[in-house]
């Protein structure tokens, strides 16, 4: 489990739990509700507490996975392998400990699924074998837990839905249309039950008028404002991605992504398993007067095919890849309920006539046991995030270099997140006054969380620059630079679609930020330096997360580690354009500060562009000392370096410095 705050969404939603605030929309005022609870454990950081719940959400669905397979095939060892699996695959390992909602949707996933086996347990005739049978409950009582749990699980994430429509319909029209569907009182108690469930979204009504938290999203105090916030409006209702990024992928390359993912997940094992168990459950005569397999068939299609098509995330982008991998757990839990059936089918048809019960028990859980342990072994190691404080260490280097009271405008998830979790949080550095430019563009930021600003100047009702009454960026430096004399720094990208400050402003690297400058400021580049050397993040104080088998290019850790670079990249870029200067008087100075800048980046994590231009900083040395003819063998030896990564489309330079390296090595062979 993450000892601190994890990247994404994580550190947000740890901060609404922590404040009782309201999260990005929809709110997620269920996981607010009990994460508020976490906090007041009295150990370990706030982000841990909150970690423990989603930890403890992961155990509950673990449970109500086996219960639902357990009692749907009368098989211990079949719930015991659906639960043990699905738990332990890696993507849902990953969410299960850190804060985040998807471990309460696995949980109620699971809960709604048990309860629905249950009710068909209790609609039909069949009785489980054994003294140990459970026991069957009112159909209709269980429709009203079923109609609480629905509208409960709403409050966490939407993406339920798709699941809960199916489970209505197949619940009140194909199985229980006598007593539910064609007696009124019974629709409106369900409804009203429903209802019921969804009352912790009277938060975001309540919170903003209690107390108008910092860092708080919306404007949901009034009934437009909630309305926005529920349908998630300001990303697009039904969409996950508010960008315009297409890359022209379908429901074709996303199945592809999907089955792929699942076969990664679990082994060669779970995909025929699965579908043997799907088959199995589609044609069992179980559950009777209609099979709940085919519901479970019929929610698994919906869901695969109708929300796959809807989702508008570029999969070509792997940090996009990796947030709609997030949302393949809820159709896998089917998955992992098919491959317990399928397994209890087998060992139902597989063992001689002669096989006592006692040794059946035996061989099918020593080979369940087996399974499991290989599945957590192999999954362990890359899992196990006990010591990732990396997250922690990434804010801690945008935060501490800065002066006092300093202005930092974010762009960003990681850039915005942790720093605000960090203030909040753990108290570090609330004198900074961190400005995320997404929120500041939409139209409650700047009344609804101006105000926690006081010596920030929001020049207008909104942060946009063709609005009318609205502020461009340009306008905004303007005041808070030239006219307040206030430090402003940037982390992460500017929003796009505003240029206006481009002709009237600059940025110097700051470590992990950049200092924003009006372009007019003329800055001694080396006196600089002195600034910026201690401002650089170090090794020696961050736990950087350098296995690339643990980190992929999906997760967060690889985009904050490449932030990290960047920052030395960034450093190295300024000095290299103040060489190239001729009318420069430090420029040698200036290629030696880059070649000792990405020296260091080679040492610890290379990159073709750190090579390249590493290279070309020794290059111009070497025509400035034309005897020396180590520098010779530097360019040979780093634009080797450089070649070897192979060519890269549109690098127009390759050609050049593949005959620049045989030059230099046949000078250095003749010499």
């Given at each position: 489990?993450?000892?601190?705050?994890?990247?994404?969404?994580?550190?947000?939603?740890?901060?609404?739990?922590?404040?009782?605030?309201?999260?990005?929309?929809p709110g997620y005022p269920l996981f607010t509700w009990l994460g508020k609870l976490f906090?007041?454990?009295?150990?370990?950081?706030?982000?841990?507490?909150?970690?423990?719940?989603?930890?403890?959400?992961?155990?509950?669905?673990?449970?109500?996975?086996?219960?639902?397979?357990?009692?749907?095939?009368?098989?211990?060892?079949?719930?015991?392998?659906?639960?043990?699996?699905?738990?332990?695959?890696?993507?849902?390992?990953?969410?299960?400990?850190?804060?985040?909602?998807?471990?309460?949707?696995?949980?109620?996933?699971?809960?709604?699924?048990?309860?629905?086996?249950?009710?068909?347990?209790?609609?039909?005739?069949?009785?489980?074998?054994?003294?140990?049978?459970?026991?069957?409950?009112?159909?209709?009582?269980?429709?009203?837990?079923?109609?609480?749990?629905?509208?409960?699980?709403?409050?966490?994430?939407?993406?339920?839905?798709?699941?809960?429509?199916?489970?209505?319909?197949?619940?009140?029209?194909?199985?229980?249309?006598?007593?539910?569907?064609?007696?009124?009182?019974?629709?409106?108690?369900?409804?009203?039950?429903?209802?019921?469930?969804?009352?912790?979204?009277?938060?975001?009504?309540?919170?903003?008028?209690?107390?108008?938290?910092?860092?708080?999203?919306?404007?949901?105090?009034?009934?437009?404002?909630?309305?926005?916030?529920?349908?998630?409006?300001?990303?697009?209702?039904?969409?996950?991605?508010?960008?315009?990024?297409?890359?022209?992928?379908?429901?074709?390359?996303?199945?592809?992504?999907?089955?792929?993912?699942?076969?990664?997940?679990?082994?060669?094992?779970?995909?025929?398993?699965?579908?043997?168990g799907a088959i199995v459950a589609l044609k069992g005569k179980r559950f009777q007067p209609?099979?709940?397999?085919?519901?479970?068939?019929?929610?698994?299609?919906?869901?695969?095919?109708?929300?796959?098509?809807?989702?508008?995330?570029?999969?070509?982008?792997?940090?996009?890849?990796?947030?709609?991998?997030?949302?393949?757990?809820?159709?896998?839990?089917?998955?992992?309920?098919?491959?317990?059936?399928?397994?209890?089918?087998?060992?139902?048809?597989?063992?001689?006539?002669?096989?006592?019960?006692?040794?059946k028990k035996t061989i099918l859980g020593a080979t369940v046991l087996a399974i499991v342990?290989?599945?957590?072994?192999?999954?362990?190691?890359?899992?196990?995030?006990?010591?990732?404080?990396?997250?922690?260490?990434?804010?801690?280097?945008?935060?501490?270099?800065?002066?006092?009271?300093?202005?930092?405008?974010?762009?960003?998830?990681?850039?915005?997140?942790?720093?605000?979790?960090?203030?909040?949080?753990?108290?570090?550095?609330?004198?900074?006054?961190?400005?995320?430019?997404?929120?500041?563009?939409?139209?409650?930021?700047?009344?609804?969380?101006?105000?926690?600003?006081?010596?920030?100047?929001?020049?207008?009702?909104?942060?946009?620059?063709?609005?009318?009454?609205?502020?461009?960026?340009?306008?905004?430096?303007?005041?808070?630079?030239?006219?307040?004399?206030?430090?402003?720094?940037?982390?992460?990208?500017?929003?796009?679609?505003?240029?206006?400050?481009?002709?009237?402003?600059?940025?110097?690297?700051?470590?992990?930020?950049?200092?924003?400058?009006?372009?007019?400021?003329?800055?001694?580049?080396?006196?600089?330096?002195?600034?910026?050397?201690?401002?650089?993040?170090?090794?020696?104080?961050?736990?950087?997360?350098?296995?690339?088998?643990?980190?992929?290019?999906?997760?967060?850790?690889?985009?904050?580690?490449?932030?990290?670079?960047?920052?030395?990249?960034?450093?190295?870029?300024?000095?290299?354009?103040?060489?190239?200067?001729?009318?420069?008087?430090?420029?040698?100075?200036?290629?030696?500060?880059?070649?000792?800048?990405?020296?260091?980046?080679?040492?610890?994590?290379?990159?073709?562009?750190?090579?390249?231009?590493?290279?070309?900083?020794?290059?111009?040395?070497?025509?400035?000392?034309?005897?020396?003819?180590?520098?010779?063998?530097?360019?040979?030896?780093?634009?080797?370096?450089?070649?070897?990564?192979?060519?890269?489309?549109?690098?127009?330079?390759?050609?050049?410095?593949?005959?620049?390296?045989?030059?230099?090595?046949?000078?250095?062979?003749?010499?």
């Amino acid at each position: 489990m993450f000892p601190s705050a994890p990247g994404g969404d994580s550190a947000e939603l740890i901060i609404a739990a922590y404040q009782m605030s309201v999260a990005h929309p929809p709110g997620y005022p269920l996981f607010t509700w009990l994460g508020k609870l976490f906090t007041f454990i009295p150990f370990g950081t706030i982000a841990w507490r909150v970690n423990l719940m989603s930890v403890m959400c992961g155990v509950l669905s673990a449970v109500f996975m086996f219960r639902a397979v357990a009692l749907w095939t009368s098989n211990n060892w079949a719930g015991f392998l659906s639960a043990a699996m699905y738990s332990f695959t890696p993507l849902i390992w990953t969410y299960t400990v850190q804060a985040e909602v998807f471990s309460m949707n696995n949980m109620f996933v699971n809960l709604l699924l048990y309860v629905t086996v249950l009710y068909a347990y209790s609609k039909s005739d069949a009785l489980v074998p054994g003294n140990d049978a459970p026991k069957k409950h009112d159909p209709v009582v269980l429709a009203h837990v079923g109609a609480f749990l629905g509208g409960l699980s709403l409050t966490n994430q939407h993406t339920i839905v798709i699941f809960l429509v199916p489970i209505i319909v197949w619940v009140t029209v194909v199985v229980g249309r006598r007593e539910l569907l064609f007696v009124r009182e019974r629709w409106v108690s369900l409804f009203g039950v429903m209802l019921l469930g969804m009352t912790p979204y009277l938060h975001l009504l309540v919170s903003p008028m209690i107390n108008p938290h910092k860092y708080s999203w919306g404007d949901t105090s009034t009934l437009s404002g909630f309305k926005t916030h529920f349908l998630r409006e300001e990303y697009g209702t039904l969409r996950l991605y508010s960008g315009t990024m297409d890359d022209g992928s379908g429901l074709w390359e996303r199945w592809g992504v999907y089955f792929g993912n699942v076969h990664k997940e679990l082994h060669y094992l779970g995909l025929p398993l699965a579908a043997l168990g799907a088959i199995v459950a589609l044609k069992g005569k179980r559950f009777q007067p209609k099979s709940v397999g085919t519901l479970v068939m019929v929610a698994y299609l919906i869901y695969t095919c109708w929300f796959f098509r809807l989702t508008n995330l570029p999969i070509n982008s792997a940090l996009h890849l990796g947030v709609l991998m997030r949302f393949f757990m809820q159709p896998n839990a089917l998955v992992c309920i098919w491959m317990g059936i399928g397994f209890s089918f087998l060992a139902d048809h597989l063992f001689p006539a002669h096989t006592s019960t006692t040794q059946k028990k035996t061989i099918l859980g020593a080979t369940v046991l087996a399974i499991v342990a290989f599945h957590i072994g192999k999954n362990f190691n890359t899992m196990d995030q006990s010591q990732n404080w990396f997250f922690y260490d990434y804010g801690l280097n945008i935060l501490q270099p800065l002066p006092q009271h300093a202005v930092l405008l974010v762009g960003g998830d990681l850039q915005s997140n942790i720093p605000q979790y960090l203030q909040l949080c753990e108290g570090i550095r609330t004198d900074v006054d961190v400005l995320p430019m997404e929120t500041m563009s939409w139209d409650w930021y700047t009344p609804r969380q101006g105000v926690h600003f006081p010596n920030v100047t929001f020049p207008g009702y909104t942060y946009h620059p063709w609005k009318q009454g609205a502020y461009s960026m340009k306008r905004f430096l303007d005041v808070n630079i030239k006219d307040k004399k206030r430090e402003v720094f940037v982390a992460g990208e500017w929003k796009q679609g505003d240029p206006t400050h481009q002709d009237h402003f600059k940025t110097l690297p700051f470590g992990m930020t950049q200092r924003v400058l009006p372009v007019e400021q003329t800055v001694d580049l080396m006196m600089w330096k002195a600034i910026l050397d201690p401002a650089m993040p170090r090794l020696e104080q961050t736990r950087l997360p350098n296995d690339t088998a643990k980190y992929s290019a999906e997760s967060w850790e690889s985009v904050a580690l490449a932030n990290f670079w960047e920052a030395y990249n960034k450093k190295a870029n300024v000095f290299l354009q103040r060489g190239f200067d001729r009318n420069a008087h430090d420029s040698e100075a200036c290629f030696h500060e880059v070649v000792s800048t990405l020296e260091y980046v080679r040492q610890h994590h290379p990159s073709r562009w750190s090579l390249k231009y590493l290279g070309v900083a020794y290059d111009h040395l070497r025509y400035k000392f034309p005897h020396d003819k180590e520098w010779g063998r530097k360019v040979a030896e780093i634009w080797s370096e450089y070649l070897a990564y192979g060519r890269e489309e549109g690098d127009k330079d390759f050609d050049t410095i593949t005959k620049a390296v045989e030059t230099a090595k046949m000078m250095l062979t003749q010499q």
